[in-house]
Structures are given as C-alpha cells and as structure tokens.
C-alpha cells in the first residue's frame, strides 16, 4: 500500500470513527464516502466497517440520499421508457425481522394485470430464505438480461425486474459488495432506490418504524411525485415486516404530488380484512416449494393470508398509481385482478417478454402448473 492509499485509509477512518460516535454525515460528505467504497479505494476491511456503522447508528435522510447518488451516478445503467403511463415501482429494503413469503411480487404482478406499469428492482436473497430475483428466476425470468430487455418488458408486459446484483445492471461494484456481506446495511435502502428508469411513484417497505420518515424524505429530495412509506407490524410481537401487515397495524408515511407528507397507521379490519398468524405468511421451509405454492397464489387458488396480504399491498400500488382514490377501492380492483385469470397472464407475458429464450422460461413456468 503506497503513502497516498494509507492516507485516504486514515482519512476514510475518521469517518467511521465518527458514525461510531454517532456523528451524523451530510449528504456531500456520504457521497464522497460511497464513492470510495464503489470504485474499491479503501481496503474490504474500512468498507465493511463503514456499513456496519453507519446501520448502527441509524442512517439520516441526507446520509442515505447521499449514497444514493453516488450509486445512481457511478454505478447504474440508465434506460428510458416508451409512453406516458406512471411508471410505479415496489419493493422493500430487506432486513426486516419477520421473513414472509414474497408479498411484493404477488402485489406487482397483480396491479401489472390491472394496468399499471410496474419497474421493479431487487435482489437476490441476503437475509431471507428466497429473495425477489431468486423467486423470478424460479419462475422462468432471465434476471441476468441487459436493461434494455427490462424496459421492452416493461413496455409489452407492464412488469420488469432490474436484478440489483448483476453487473448488467450495477456493472462497477453492488454485486461485489452484497454478494459478500451477510447483514442488511444503508445499501439495501440506497442502491434499491437506484432504479434504471427511476420512476417517480413507489410503494416502499422499511425494515423499522423509525425509517419511514427519513426514507421519504429521501425520496422526495431525488425526485419522487408520489409515495407510500411503511411498516408493518404483528400484534403481540416486536418483530415486523417490510411490507403492509396483515398480521396486526401498518404505519405509513404518503409523499404527495404537492410535496406534502403524511402520516397514517391502518389495521386489516380496516378494510374488512381478516386479522391472520404470521406463521401463515411465511415463505415455505423448502424454497424448492416455494415458486409452486406462489404460482398458485396468482392463478387464484390459495385464499387466507398469502390472499389478503397480496391484494392489500396491491392496493396500495393501485391507490399510488392513481388508479383509485381510496386503499380500500383498490383493494377491490386487486381482488377482481386475482380472482381472474388476469394475473397469471400477466405472469406468463412476463416470463415470456423478459427472456432471452421466452420458450425455455414458459417450460420452467409451467412446471410448476
């Protein structure tokens, strides 16, 4: 290591002695540090050190739309879109403490079916038995595909998913860096807001109540129109998931399109839910299982909890999108969508639209029949 790497190591300690101080960053200062962590400046030892620090004092809104921007600058692969048509994304930050199935892709697929164009950006799994990118390649999508086959996907089928960890789409240092970290840190909240078409309306889940608000404040800073923030909770238990809960209070903080933001907390009884076991939203113990019982969620032939949880949080994609004016109507435009076969074809235009070889991934789909 020359004279120049040992300064910038000492200077890169400095901060990290101040996020374990519990110093705050500004946004400048956050950026310059992601910045070095992106093109490998200091040492795997000062990088890790950064993350865990900065999860452990809890991250600001300027810290985290500062990593934001040194990621969507540096490390992301832009596309455009053709249309007019809201484009909407949801997805959750990971790390919450009560794992379920996947609820985030059910609700996509469903408020896709129900016309809304749906940009999604995840990952594989880091702290859950089967992440978004591992369940859509189960099901038959190519999630190692360029951004350019996301977006026709988006366009032709209404659902894309940008695979946060493929350096087709984060090509300098994302894959790097989560494939070899086993915690959740300020990336899973940054680099998911660092989407290639960066849509300006979004559904998004919080590992913890105490992120809604610094989250859409972010949000509003880089340029979203509309959002909805939450957390839910499970009666009974402090463990909580980052999606809308169908196991107990939901908290919710909404960006509207004048720049207000609000803050509300519903309950399932809300809107004439059943209140169910969280045991019932857990993804199967075999992953292998799993993309069947999923599949037969969305062809309309499981009810109870994985049901509810499903067309509530499409709900809220429906009511974000413009598509409704109340959760509770868009709780019934989900429930027409799932109960049809509306979603399924959505399923299969998805698999066959993002794929290098749309017959292969229909094969694998339908084994799962």
């Known amino acids: 290591m020359n004279m120049?790497?040992?300064?910038?190591?000492?200077?890169?300690?400095?901060?990290?002695?101040?996020?374990?101080?519990?110093?705050?960053?500004?946004?400048?200062?956050?950026?310059?540090?992601?910045?070095?962590?992106?093109?490998d400046d200091v040492t795997a030892m000062h990088q890790g050190a950064f993350l865990a620090a900065l999860t452990a004092k809890g991250e600001t809104a300027h810290e985290v739309a500062g990593s934001w921007e040194a990621i969507y600058e540096l490390d992301t692969n832009k596309v455009s879109l053709n249309g007019s048509n809201p484009v909407v994304e949801n997805s959750g930050t990971g790390m919450d403490t009560f794992k379920t199935f996947n609820i985030s892709t059910a609700a996509s697929i469903i408020a896709a079916s129900g016309g809304i164009r749906m940009a999604r950006h995840g990952a594989r799994a880091i702290t859950s038995r089967c992440g978004t990118v591992d369940l859509a390649e189960a099901l038959g999508v190519d999630v190692e595909c360029h951004v350019d086959v996301v977006a026709k996907s988006i366009e032709t089928a209404g659902l894309g998913l940008f695979n946060g960890m493929s350096?087709?789409?984060?090509?300098?240092?994302?894959?790097?860096?989560?494939?070899?970290?086993?915690?959740?840190?300020?990336?899973?909240?940054?680099?998911?807001?660092?989407?290639?078409?960066?849509?300006?309306?979004?559904?998004?889940?919080?590992?913890?109540?105490?992120?809604?608000?610094?989250?859409?404040?972010?949000?509003?800073?880089?340029?979203?129109?509309?959002?909805?923030?939450?957390?839910?909770?499970?009666?009974?238990?402090?463990?909580?998931?980052?999606?809308?809960?169908?196991?107990?209070?939901?908290?919710?903080?909404?960006?509207?399109?004048?720049?207000?933001?609000?803050?509300?907390q519903f309950l399932p009884g809300d809107f004439s839910l059943e209140c169910h076991d969280p045991v019932d939203l857990a993804p199967e113990v075999d992953i292998i299982n799993e993309p069947a019982r999923f599949v037969a969620l969305i062809r309309g032939r499981e009810k109870g909890a994985r049901y509810d949880a499903a067309i509530l949080n499409a709900a809220l994609i429906f009511y974000v999108a413009g598509k409704v004016d109340t959760i509770a109507a868009g709780i019934e435009a989900a429930a027409k969508a799932l109960d049809g076969n509306g979603a399924f074809e959505t399923l299969e235009n998805w698999v066959s639209s993002q794929n290098s070889e749309p017959e292969q991934g229909l094969k694998k789909l339908d084994t799962l029949l």
């Not at 190591?9 to 002695?17: D, H, P, R, Y």
């Not at 004048?258 to 803050?263: A, H, L, T």
């Open 4 to 39: 120049q790497e040992l300064a910038l190591n000492k200077e890169f300690g400095g901060l990290i002695t101040r996020l374990i101080r519990r110093e705050n960053l500004d946004r400048d200062e956050a950026n310059k540090a992601f910045e070095h962590i992106l093109n």
């Open 167 to 264: 350096p087709l789409i984060h090509p300098m240092a994302l894959g790097r860096i989560l494939s070899q970290i086993s915690f959740g840190s300020t990336l899973n909240i940054a680099a998911s807001l660092a989407n290639p078409v960066m849509p300006d309306r979004a559904v998004r889940g919080v590992y913890a109540k105490e992120m809604i608000l610094p989250v859409v404040e972010v949000m509003k800073a880089i340029g979203f129109k509309r959002a909805l923030v939450l957390h839910g909770g499970i009666n009974r238990s402090d463990k909580g998931m980052d999606e809308a809960s169908v196991c107990g209070t939901t908290w919710c903080a909404e960006l509207m399109e004048n720049g207000d933001i609000s803050q509300f």
